[in-house]
T-cell receptor, first 112, second 112 residues
């Protein structure tokens, strides 16, 4: 089944404790992206990747890192999480920029 | 800078038409999209329109694009209770980038 998977689905952590949210797609898509969803603000793009080893900042990249060492994986790294990073995070992929994005199920992160 | 705006809420009666509006600021975007998010789920593409089109119809959905006013609308004919969801408009490619800019989302409530 073609899908985008994220792990974990739920995470509660404390300020400053490094964490990684994994994202994987099995559709051989070139374009992958991370978003955060906050009430009243919609989805905001954090980082995107056009292909392996090619990443670019979205609108809200501060406090986040990403890597794209393999085509299928695009992990989101929070080196030192802070409470303002409490949010619902979505990973998405598409065959190329501009084509339909397929979204993962979301990761709800709480930073205390 | 890039910005995409939507009204936050819309309530309609079952069987009526729904019209969800969106305004965007960057006329260089090549694609404009409508995504649907059902409770507890990720986003799914509903329809899209190229920036050189004025209108696109897809079954119950009609997308209208007014480039002069930078206004995009989604009309859902014969709205059903299953259409209750959050609807996001989005643009890709503002200012020659491959960034996605999503609107704040419109929560559609369909009353039986």
């Amino acid at each position: 089944e073609a899908q985008v998977t994220q792990n974990p689905r739920y995470l509660i952590t404390v300020t400053g404790k490094k964490l990684t949210v994994t994202c994987s797609q099995n559709m051989n898509h070139e374009y992958m992206s991370w978003y955060r969803q906050d009430p009243g603000l919609g989805l905001r793009q954090i980082y995107y990747s056009m292909n392996v080893e090619v990443t670019d900042k979205g609108d809200v990249p501060e406090g986040y890192k990403v890597s794209r060492k393999e085509k299928r994986n695009f992990p989101l790294i929070l080196e030192s999480p802070s409470p303002n990073q409490t949010s619902l995070y979505f990973c998405a992929s598409s065959s190329s920029a501009g084509n339909e994005q397929f979204f993962g199920p979301g990761t709800r992160l709480t930073v205390l | 800078g890039e910005d995409v705006e939507q009204s936050l809420f819309l309530s309609v009666r079952e069987g009526d038409s729904s019209v969800i509006n969106c305004t965007y600021t960057d006329s260089s975007s090549t694609y404009l999209y409508w995504y649907k998010q059902e409770p507890g789920a990720g986003l799914q593409l509903l329809t899209y329109i190229f920036s050189n089109m004025d209108m696109k119809q897809d079954q119950r959905l009609t997308v209208l694009l007014n480039k002069k006013d930078k206004h995009l609308s989604l009309r859902i004919a014969d709205t059903q209770t299953g259409d209750s969801a959050i609807y996001f408009c989005a643009e890709v490619g503002p200012s020659g980038t491959y960034k996605y800019i999503f609107g704040t989302g419109t929560r559609l409530k369909v009353l039986a």
